[in-house]
């Protein structure tokens, strides 16, 4: 199995500052026969299920605002928050489709500071 | 529009089964594969299974590897999960969600629509 790992488990970010999150498979999710990674990031509010925001590591999803972005190859990607907005409090998972079983992060807990 | 609609919330004891269903609408139901994901308290995703709805093949997380049982309702646009042998271990939030791109080469399982969620208490 793909063992995905998440750091920091939880950050606390100001208003408007940049937020980062990443993410870590214990073997690449590149499948070099398109060049592209298996990879996609959730977001995920109490009471709701996950939201996609990316997926192939840096497809934005649409209606995602563009203040997130996804980026990474291989076996370390990252999630970065430009400006963090109030309603941007959640928890953030990734998440490797090259392999069964699909395998999530343990997610990452986002606050305003 | 795209919208799964799952089963009400479950009381069961332990040694007990759980059928759980999701209804899809909005797209072609055999196009895309339906997998299961659960979500236990405070914990990480964890991808149960998936049902390719157009053969009906499955294959599952070798975590539930004979207690989980995925089938489709064509006729329906329905798609169940069954859990059997109940331990208060399996109480969780049951999603399912639908693959997010086939094509011709097969699919890829990035998830843009879920279900609202079921849960599962176990409990005597």
């Known amino acids: 199995d793909i063992v995905m790992t998440q750091s920091p488990d939880s950050l606390a970010v100001s208003l408007g500052e940049r937020a980062t999150i990443n993410c870590k498979s214990s073997q690449s999710v590149l499948y070099n026969s398109n060049n592209k990674n298996y990879l996609a990031w959730y977001q995920q509010k109490p009471g709701q299920p996950p939201k996609l925001f990316f997926y192939?590591?840096?497809t934005r999803e649409s209606g995602v605002p563009d203040r997130f972005s996804g980026s990474g190859s291989g076996t370390d990607f990252t999630l970065t928050i430009s400006r963090l907005q109030a309603e941007d409090v959640a928890v953030y998972y990734c998440?490797?489709?090259?392999?069964?079983?699909?395998?999530f992060g343990q997610g990452t807990k986002v606050e305003i500071k | 529009q795209v919208q799964l609609v799952q089963s009400g919330a479950e009381l069961k004891k332990p040694g007990a089964s759980v059928k759980v269903a999701c209804k899809t609408s909005?797209?072609?139901?055999?196009?895309?594969?339906i997998h299961w994901v659960r979500q236990a308290p405070g914990q990480r995703l964890e991808w149960m299974g998936w049902i390719n709805a157009d053969n009906g093949n499955t294959e599952y997380s070798q975590s539930f590897l004979g207690r989980v049982t995925i089938t489709t309702d064509t006729s329906a646009n329905t798609v169940y999960m069954e859990l059997s042998s109940l331990r208060s271990e399996d109480t969780a939030v049951y999603y399912c969600?639908?693959?997010?791109?086939?094509?011709?080469?097969?699919?890829?399982?990035?998830?843009?629509?879920w279900g609202q969620g079921t849960l599962v208490t176990v409990s005597s």
């Open positions: 998440q490797q489709y090259y392999s069964t079983p699909r395998t």
């Open positions: 909005g797209y072609t139901f055999t196009n895309y594969g």
């Open positions: 192939w590591a840096s």
């Open positions: 969600a639908r693959d997010g791109y086939c094509s011709g080469r097969g699919c890829y399982s990035w998830f843009a629509y």
